[in-house]
Structures are given as structure tokens and as C-alpha cells.
């Protein structure tokens, strides 16, 4: 049990008419979950391939996260119909929760039931990790640095058009004190998320007196996902491109629209998170009443 302060600090500069400048500071807390306080959850005890048990442990004595945030921005109106934003950011957490080894067999604490020989215990595995964990734990393990840009450009070209484009770049997490932990495929990762590097979207939209129509391309890159219980259930998501249009008419004014949008037109595999749903197209049509 504890307190923290989380201060926030933002600064905006307009030095002339149509441009402004933004700073901004803030720090966020992030507290440990009962689980990751009290969790004990031992794995099954038979194995007849050579997978042994393991046993998670909650670690009561975990820090708070801490994360650190700085924004340095500029909004610019560049003419009458023309906005364009440039942002650049860096968060720093400290006191990262993650689930780490805390035991290790060998051959003189074989797993039960082993049925190799015990010496294999004993012989370092590739990429410079300990060995075969016994036990893992919550701990609080170092800190990370993520940094990136985002720019967006805005055009209304007249009254009824809407056109959007956006752009952001995130960099690889600069990792503190963090060992890799083995995978199957013999490598070894940092126990961090791998953030898509690169994301994209291009939006427009026509809105008439009668009808109206909307549409979006978006691009989004390949990711790595670790925040799932031990290196066995890590992995990559793909990168993937998603459509979406939308149409609608709008009868007696806007008292009843009857609208028809595609999600995913083009039918691509979403899939946001390593043991995410894989997301195809969806269409849906309705009537909107305004009373």
C-alpha cells in the first residue's frame, strides 16, 4: 500500500495566428494487479515429452510502474483548408512488471518424471540462457524507453470533401537490465512487446445533402507480443492492410438515414494481438431514426 503524485505539465505557445506550439510533461502510475500480488498457479505435474512443470508465484513486494511522458508538438494551419501536426514523443517506465525466472532445474533437481538424461539439465542452452525454468515470479525488471513521431495533414478541399492522411513511427523499445529468455525455435527475446514500427492511414469523405459516403485505408506493421505467461506462448503478428468504405441517404432530412458500411472490405487476416481473434470482412446496413 502506498500513495504516489502524478504531476502534469503543458505549455501552449501561439506566436502567430494559425500555428501553435505544444510542450507537455505527465507522470502515470501503473499499480500491481492481485495476480500479479498473489498469484500461484502451478502447471501439470505429468509430462511425457520433455516439457517440464513450472510454477508462477505472485511477488507481493513489486514496485508501482512508473512511466514518464514528454510531447513536443506544432499545429500548423497552412492556408485556409490546409492543417498539418508534427509530434514527437518519449515515454520512460521504470520498475517494468513483467514474469521472469526465478528457479531453474538441474541435474541434481530433475523435474519429475524427467525422462532424459539428467546431465542435459546442467548444459547451457543457445543464446546465452540460464537453463530450463522451475519457477517464475513477478518482478519488477528494469526499464524501458519508447519513442516515435506522428504527422498528420488535413485538406478540405470544399465544403463537402473531407481528405485525412496520417503517419507515425514508433522506434524499437531501448530495454534496461532485461535478459532474453529462450524460445522454441532455439533464439532468444527480451521479455518487451515489439510495437508495430510503422502505421498509416489515408481517410476521405463526401458529404452531399442526400447522400453520403466515407472511406479508409489503413496500414499497420508487423508486431512481436510477449505479454502472455512464458516464452512458449510468444510470437509475431502479421502486418496487414484494412479497407473500409461507408455509404449512406438520408430521407426526409436527417430524421432517417439508411446506411450500408464494409469493415474490411477486402477480406484481409487482422489480427491485433498473438492470441487475438483473426478479424475478416463485416457489413452491416441499418435505419437511423432521429425522433
Known amino acids: 500500500m502506498g500513495s504516489e503524485i502524478s504531476p502534469r505539465l503543458g505549455v501552449l505557445l501561439r506566436l502567430w495566428a494559425g500555428h501553435t506550439f505544444r510542450a507537455s510533461y505527465n507522470r ?14 502451478p502447471s501439470a505435474q505429468v509430462i511425457t515429452v ?14 508501482a510502474e512508473r512511466l514518464d511522458a514528454f510531447e513536443v508538438a506544432w499545429i500548423g494551419d497552412l492556408g485556409r483548408r490546409t ?12 520498475g517494468y512488471i ?10 541434481a533437481d530433475p523435474p519429475p518424471g524427467w525422462p532424459l538424461d539428467p546431465g542435459l539439465l546442467d548444459v547451457p ?3 546465452g540462457c540460464a537453463g530450463i525454468p522451475s ?37 524499437d523499445p531501448e530495454v534496461d537490465d532485461l535478459p532474453p529468455l529462450p524460445l522454441p525455435n532455439g533464439s532468444a527475446r527480451v521479455p518487451v512487446n515489439m510495437p508495430p514500427r510503422h502505421r498509416l492511414n489515408a481517410n476521405m469523405s463526401w458529404d452531399g445533402k442526400r447522400f453520403y459516403v466515407n472511406g479508409s485505408v489503413s496500414y499497420q506493421d508487423e508486431a512481436f ?15 496487414f492492410v484494412v479497407v473500409t468504405v461507408g455509404t449512406g441517404f438520408r430521407v426526409d432530412g436527417d430524421r432517417v438515414v439508411v446506411h450500408l458500411d464494409a469493415q474490411n472490405l477486402l477480406d484481409a487476416d487482422v ?21
Open 83 to 94: 492543417r498539418l501536426s508534427v509530434a514527437l514523443y518519449r515515454n520512460d517506465l521504470e
Open 225 to 239: 507480443w510477449t505479454d502472455v505467461l512464458g516464452p512458449a506462448f510468444w510470437g509475431p503478428t502479421e502486418q
Open 135 to 171: 519457477a517464475f515470479e513477478y518482478e519488477n525488471i528494469g526499464g524501458l524507453v519508447n519513442r516515435g513521431v506522428e504527422v498528420a495533414f488535413d485538406l478540405v478541399p470544399a465544403a463537402e470533401w473531407t481528405l485525412g492522411l496520417s503517419y507515425s513511427w514508433q522506434d
Open 98 to 107: 513483467r514474469v521472469v525466472p526465478s528457479g531453474f532445474y538441474s541435474s
Open 125 to 127: 542452452p543457445p543464446g
Open 271 to 291: 489480427q491485433q494481438h498473438v492470441w487475438g481473434d483473426v478479424l475478416g470482412r463485416k457489413v452491416t446496413t441499418g435505419v437511423r431514426f432521429r425522433f
Open 50 to 63: 520433455p516439457t517440464p512443470p513450472f510454477t508462477l508465484s505472485g511477488n507481493q513486494e513489486l514496485d
Open 28 to 41: 502515470a502510475f501503473r499499480a500491481p494487479t492481485v495476480t500479479e500480488n498473489f498469484a500461484e498457479l
